[in-house]
């Protein structure tokens, strides 16, 4: 007879899948981060919205296990803000790395979303590579978007 695995007996960590269930995830994760340009940043939940069949808790997951070659410092909390890590020294890495990119704070830890926020990967990226469309989301399609400039 076999027993379910307790609170913190899975592989992962409780809640969290085992690695090979999470590897294809992860790798759909990455490869949106890898989009984000220097100087701008995307929320947690703006990287799961994009990426489909997860939540911002996930795509954090993934951060925290990111190769070297995946730009983790710019995906940031819906504040604006770099979020708290175990050791606190991660979360100064992550704010020094932004200002590095030329990311402004202000006396709060937070920047400015609006200004600094990635709008997202381009409509034939997502098509090209099996992401789905804004409007498959539920959100406003391009053309639907009210211009600002």
């Not at 989009?35 to 994009?50: C, H, R």
């Not at 940031?76 to 704010?95: I, L, M, T, Y």
């Not at 200002?99 to 937070?110: L, P, S």
Request: aromatic content about 8%; charged content about 25%; overall charge negative.
């Amino acid at each position: 007879m076999s027993r379910l695995p307790s609170r913190g007996a899975s592989p992962g960590g409780w809640g969290k899948p085992p690695p090979v269930e999470r590897e294809p995830l992860y790798t759909r994760i990455y490869a949106v981060v890898r989009l984000i340009p220097p100087g701008q940043v995307a929320t947690y939940g703006q990287v799961a919205e994009i990426v489909g069949g997860c939540t911002a808790r996930m795509v954090g997951y993934a951060m925290a296990a990111c190769p070297d070659d995946v730009p983790w410092q710019r995906v940031v909390n819906a504040q604006g803000k770099v979020s708290p890590r175990a050791d606190h020294w991660g979360a100064e890495v992550q704010r020094q790395r932004l200002i590095e990119e030329g990311i402004e704070f202000d006396a709060d830890y937070r920047m400015d979303l609006a200004r600094v926020r990635w709008r997202g990967p381009e409509r034939e990226w997502l098509i090209e590579h099996g992401y789905p469309l804004p409007e498959e989301r539920g959100l406003p399609s391009d053309d639907e978007q009210l211009r600002l400039f």
